[in-house]
């Protein structure tokens, strides 16, 4: 049995911490104290810590956790992160925890930014995906191109719809004021946010999401829908192909208020 922990940390960051009750991975630890508490209070070992891309509210807390617990570290392979780590890129397979972690490539945030995809954490797919997809949203682009983080976007959606998605940032209500917004005769969406402001009033986590309720609500991954591409044109008569409509959306999120 394994168990997820999201572990709050600064003003709005998740660290994720997988554990089967001994042993223990972390997920882009930009705060190492938060991690030591839950590892003290949890009497956990940890084995592993995952970063997904460069950004120090996830790699704050890289060197102390490995230097006091020996976890080893996976990193991306064209980012520079806390060393010693090993690279990785798509087409790898980490063991951790016993189960099979894939690599990702999920350019577009930054530009080697990694996802880690494991298809059965306890019989649910689970997605480390860092500042790439948040729920309502996704990462802006601070290295990447419109092309690419489209591109990451289509490999996350293809994932199966079941899939527990773990976004480091609880972003998700800001996300979905401007999702109402663009895709504004979207039941599925007003449900959702009802259901969000609902969480947040209680002080819960929005998070995880699932790759099939994204699929419903999240307009970053509906830029090919009528209303999306309709809200584009609006700041870009010129958006034809997909990478422009996307462009254009993420552009509307930037100037939204
Ligand atoms: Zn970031
Ligand atoms: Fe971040």
């Given at each position: 049995?394994?168990k ?7 003003n ?13 991975l ?19 070992k ?26 080893k ?5 064209t ?10 890129s ?5 063991t ?6 894939q ?7 930054t ?7 494991s ?16 729920s309502?949203?996704?990462?802006r ?28 940032h609880e972003?998700?209500?800001?996300n ?5 917004a ?10 959702y ?19 099939a ?17 309709a809200a584009?044109r ?24």
């Amino acid at each position: 049995m394994l168990k997820i922990i999201a572990i709050p940390a600064f003003n709005d960051n998740y660290l994720w911490l997988l554990h089967d009750g001994k042993r223990a991975l972390v997920v882009d630890p930009g705060d190492a104290t938060p991690v030591f508490d839950t590892l003290a209070e949890l009497n956990l070992k940890l084995d592993v810590i995952l970063v997904t891309h460069h950004h120090l509210d996830h790699t704050g807390g890289v060197s102390a956790l490995r230097v006091k617990t020996g976890a080893k570290v996976y990193g991306p392979a064209t980012e520079n992160i806390p060393k010693p780590y090993e690279a990785v890129s798509e087409g790898r397979n980490i063991t951790a925890l016993g189960g099979q972690f894939q690599v990702i490539d999920v350019p577009g945030h930054t530009s080697g930014h990694i996802a880690y995809f494991s298809p059965d954490v306890d019989g649910k797919p689970l997605l480390f995906c860092g500042d790439t997809l948040f729920s309502g949203g996704c990462g802006r682009l601070f290295e990447g191109t419109p092309a690419q983080m489209l591109g990451s976007l289509d490999k996350l959606a293809t994932l199966p719809g079941n899939t527990v998605v773990c976004c480091t940032h609880e972003y998700t209500l800001s996300n979905l004021r401007f999702a109402v917004a663009v895709d504004p005769d979207n039941a599925d969406l007003s449900r959702y946010q009802t259901h969000c402001i609902n969480l947040r009033e209680q002080n819960l986590p929005t998070l995880p999401t699932s790759i099939a309720q994204e699929l419903l609500i999240n307009p970053f991954l509906r830029t090919r829908q009528p209303a999306l591409v309709a809200a584009a044109r609006q700041l870009d008569a010129s958006a034809q192909d997909d990478t422009a409509v996307f462009a254009a959306v993420r552009q509307l999120k930037n100037q939204f208020k």
